[in-house]
């Protein structure tokens, strides 16, 4: 049985999954209308605080269709993507075609990300991890760190609790009445951010309050032990 058969009998997650073409992509990923706007202003916060330059590789974790390494890419040697919905590979392969220096790779479960060790300078997840149950999220931070260089810098999105009580209550609702028709939605406080990134050997450099999120530069300064216990132990259950 495949990846991605085993994740669709995990309803919640056909959400992602079952894509039909690029403009359901579109809306899945950005539920406004208005899809440059709100990439113009992910790519620009990138740029700031990531600040990549013309030899580096670059991973994104949750690269959709590709919206933010299409011109990402302009400013890096390479950047890759990775995504637990082939269909969103599928649709990112297209969005992206001719530009030489993207690449895609599907994750083969939804907590890993099959790259070797130290393999990049920098790495971002935007509007990503808010969808995943906390457990997961954190330890998809800890592969962030383990595929990161040291010294390598990582921007991490996440939706701000106090800043978002009544989306917070009307995701419940909402969650409540359609099911899995919706996708899920998990919010942080500042004192869960510190807690987690602590256990992933990054390093805050600074918490960003931006709108109704937190955008987290963080560095990476060690591979704890306790990370890889915990990475070898899950990629065990995942080859069983």
């Not at 009998?9 to 073409?21: K, S």
């Not at 070797?116 to 330890?139: C, M, P, W």
Request: with cysteine; net charge neutral; glycine share 4%.
């Amino acid at each position: 049985m495949t990846f991605q058969t085993k994740m669709k009998q995990n309803t919640e997650l056909n959400y992602w999954l079952n894509i039909r073409d690029e403009t359901d992509a579109k809306a899945r990923v950005i539920s406004d209308k208005d899809f440059d706007t709100p990439t113009t202003k992910h790519v620009d916060i990138i740029l700031k605080n990531l600040r990549p330059e013309k030899t580096d590789a670059i991973l994104e974790l949750g690269c959709g269709i590709g919206r933010l390494m299409k011109p990402l890419s302009q400013h890096c040697d390479k950047i890759v993507g990775v995504d637990i919905s082939d269909a969103m590979i599928g649709i990112a392969s297209k969005y992206c075609y001719g530009v030489q220096n993207v690449f895609f790779k599907p994750m083969e479960t939804d907590h890993t990300i099959l790259m070797q060790n130290d393999g990049f300078d920098k790495a971002y997840s935007i509007i990503v991890l808010q969808h995943i149950e906390k457990y997961k999220a954190t330890r998809l931070l800890m592969e962030l760190c383990r595929i990161l260089k040291l010294g390598g810098k990582v921007l991490v999105q996440y939706p701000n609790l106090l800043k978002c009580k009544k989306g917070y209550t009307n995701d419940i609702v909402a969650k409540l009445q359609m099911g899995d028709l919706i996708p899920r939605m998990e919010y942080y406080t500042k004192e869960e951010i510190e807690f987690v990134f602590d256990i992933a050997g990054l390093k805050i450099l600074e918490v960003m309050d931006i709108d109704t999120d937190f955008y987290v530069l963080a560095q990476k300064v060690e591979q704890k032990k306790f990370v890889e216990t915990v990475i070898i132990a899950s990629t065990k259950l995942v080859n069983e």
